[in-house]
């Protein structure tokens, strides 16, 4: 009984930090309160995991009481000031009378519900088994837990460059447990996956019938690689869950022409907590920022200074968030800057990898890229879906801020084919375990742009 009641606090903590900090982002425009339930675990996860690395940097020992401390410390004069603006903290906007559930909804909820249920099971009922998840992450959490620190050999030697929000999160749920318990350590997981169905499901309903979002959101349950990773303890699950999050308030903020400071905030600070969760996320958060710097540069509606305002304050954000990190970590730095500069040095890559010219592995690559994207059961349809509703509704795109989507989407595939054809990793495009997983981190994006474009409100 006491382990439930320790999980349970564990779990509400970060709700509660998440639900404080949202209180000041959506200071005038307020969304539901379901949608900031969805936002508030990861928010609030992201946050105390950047906290437990901030201790450790400054040689503070972590424990349970100290991380509940420091949370008290940011929570209490939020909501404090929240009151004393006579202002509910966590109020709706005022809505109308909500219609009941019909019979094709409820199936639909049921079936969500049960996906969930069994991503729950599937976390809790082993513990870790994957050996990249074991060493890379599961291990470093155990270490954590027992030396109350990372600043030790053994365990910064196991971080590497990895970033250490996986690591670190399943640390914390220790902490709170006060005992190592990998099974339970991994709930982590099923619990963002409960997150970014509500916040999906949220943002989708702002633009389609209540049916509809529940048909998407339902798709998105249902696809089986992401199914798998959000029962592991891989990075790449965390990592997509930052991403998509990040992109749908990023389009949010589009969708408002500019004025929705309260979703680019968002948008910024879930793109910077991708890039604590995977090394990749410092790239796909260059992508969001292109795409963001495309909009601004077309937005002529606006001043010059309003819109180099909304990009400092998307880039500062994300620095604030992953600068000490990054510049801390001069192995994180050399492999993204040896990554970077890899494609420009082919001769390189071909001798030390003993790979074919690049024009060969372009044209060998491209069909197991397809086939990978098509013809393989780890995404049902949803890329066929988003053919068909490109090919079909291309005046609709083109007409609307879904062009943004649609450009971002084109902007990540080129960078998951670039990515494993033109460096070392073109090797993991012949047995597409890097390439699933590289194409898994828009795969919630791809079903949020199909079901915007399919049936409008």
Request: a positive charge.
């Amino acid at each position: 009984m006491m382990i439930i009641l320790q999980l349970l606090i564990c779990i509400a903590a970060p709700i509660v930090l998440g639900l404080a900090i949202l209180t000041l982002i959506f200071d005038r425009d307020n969304p539901s309160f379901l949608e900031k339930l969805g936002l508030s675990f990861g928010l609030g996860l992201g946050l105390i995991t950047l906290i437990m690395a901030s201790t450790n940097l400054a040689n503070i020992q972590t424990n349970f009481i100290i991380i509940l401390s420091i949370l008290a410390i940011i929570v209490i004069p939020i909501f404090v000031w929240q009151k004393a603006k006579l202002k509910p903290s966590l109020a709706e906007k005022p809505t109308k009378t909500k219609n009941r559930l019909v019979l094709s909804e409820l199936i639909l909820v049921s079936l969500i519900t049960i996906k969930v249920g069994y991503v729950f099971f599937e976390a809790l009922i082993k513990p870790v088994v994957s050996f990249d998840a074991f060493w890379r992450h599961s291990l470093v959490a155990k270490a954590v837990f027992f030396d109350k620190t990372f600043n030790t050999p053994f365990t910064t030697n196991l971080i590497a460059e990895n970033p250490p929000f996986v690591s670190f999160s399943q640390a914390y749920i220790y902490f709170g447990l006060n005992s190592w318990n990998e099974m339970l350590g991994k709930i982590v997981f099923p619990l963002l996956f409960l997150s970014l169905l509500i916040v999906f499901y949220c943002n989708l309903r702002k633009y389609i019938s209540r049916l509809s979002a529940l048909l998407f959101t339902f798709l998105l349950s249902s696809l089986p690689f992401l199914v798998y990773h959000a029962s592991t303890a891989y990075a790449d699950f965390s990592q997509t869950y930052f991403y998509s999050i990040g992109t749908m308030y990023l389009f949010a903020f589009i969708t408002s022409k500019g004025k929705a400071l309260s979703s680019l905030i968002i948008s910024a600070i879930f793109l910077g907590l991708g890039v604590f969760a995977k090394k990749h996320g410092i790239y796909l958060a260059g992508i969001d920022g292109l795409i963001l710097v495309i909009f601004l540069g077309l937005r002529k509606e606006q001043d010059w200074p309003t819109r180099l305002n909304s990009l400092l304050l998307y880039i500062v954000i994300i620095m604030t968030l992953t600068g000490p990190w990054i510049f801390l970590n001069s192995s994180f730095l050399s492999s993204i800057g040896s990554t970077v500069s890899l494609p420009f040095s082919q001769a390189e890559v071909i001798t030390q990898a003993n790979l074919p010219t690049i024009s060969e592995r372009i044209t060998q690559g491209t069909p197991l890229f397809l086939e990978r994207m098509f013809f393989f059961g780890n995404w049902h349809l949803v890329w066929v879906l988003f053919l068909l509703s490109s090919i079909f509704f291309w005046k609709k795109i083109f007409s609307s801020s879904l062009a943004y989507l649609f450009a971002l989407t084109i902007l990540n595939l080129l960078y998951v084919f670039l990515a494993v054809t033109l460096i070392g990793a073109y090797e993991f495009l012949l047995n597409g375990t890097l390439l699933n997983r590289l194409m898994m981190f828009q795969s919630p994006i791809i079903i949020f742009f199909c079901g915007l474009i399919i049936k409008d409100k």
